[in-house]
């Protein structure tokens, strides 16, 4: 649901100014940008709703998963690139396979769960 709204408001505010983008694995970089902002603010959010944490844990889980879940994907977009292939599978034909909608979670489930560990042991 997050990911919607992030990417209507990159929409609107990529109508209302024409910048110059550079792409990376055809998404700009101003895009990745609002999506790390924007997970920062849901997990201010989260820290109201959910206080048996601090704010700051939430902000550091919400920094991990995005910047892990973007990495993620662009790795299985260089594996692709790599090999040639547009498609990872067909299983699932017209959205490039399952490992492209698993390919977030291959780095972000790791580094969630180190990320819990070194947390929760202080």
Same mark, same amino acid.
């Given at each position: 649901?997050?990911? +919607?709204?992030?990417s209507?408001?990159?929409? *609107?505010?990529? +109508? ?7 792409? @990376?694995s055809?998404?700009? $970089? ?5 999506? *790390?902002?924007?997970? @920062? ?6 820290? +109201? $709703? ?13 920094? $991990? ?17 790599t ?7 067909q299983? *699932? ?7 492209? +909608?698993?390919?977030?979670?291959? $780095? ?8 819990? *560990?070194?947390? @929760?042991?202080?």
């Amino acid at each position: 649901m997050g990911k +919607r709204y992030c990417s209507i408001l990159y929409w *609107i505010y990529n +109508r209302k100014t024409q910048t110059n983008r550079t792409y @990376l694995s055809q998404k700009s $970089v101003e895009g990745f940008i609002a999506g *790390i902002l924007f997970t @920062l603010l849901a997990s201010i959010i989260y820290a +109201r $709703v959910y206080t048996e944490f601090s704010t700051f844990f939430w902000m550091g889980f919400a920094f $991990v998963v995005s910047l892990s879940g973007t990495l993620g994907d662009l790795f299985e977009s260089l594996i692709k690139r790599t090999c040639a292939v547009k498609d990872a599978g067909q299983l *699932i034909p017209g959205h490039g396979g399952i490992l492209d +909608r698993i390919d977030s979670l291959i $780095v972000a489930v790791p580094a969630v769960y180190l990320y819990l *560990i070194i947390f @929760l042991s202080f």
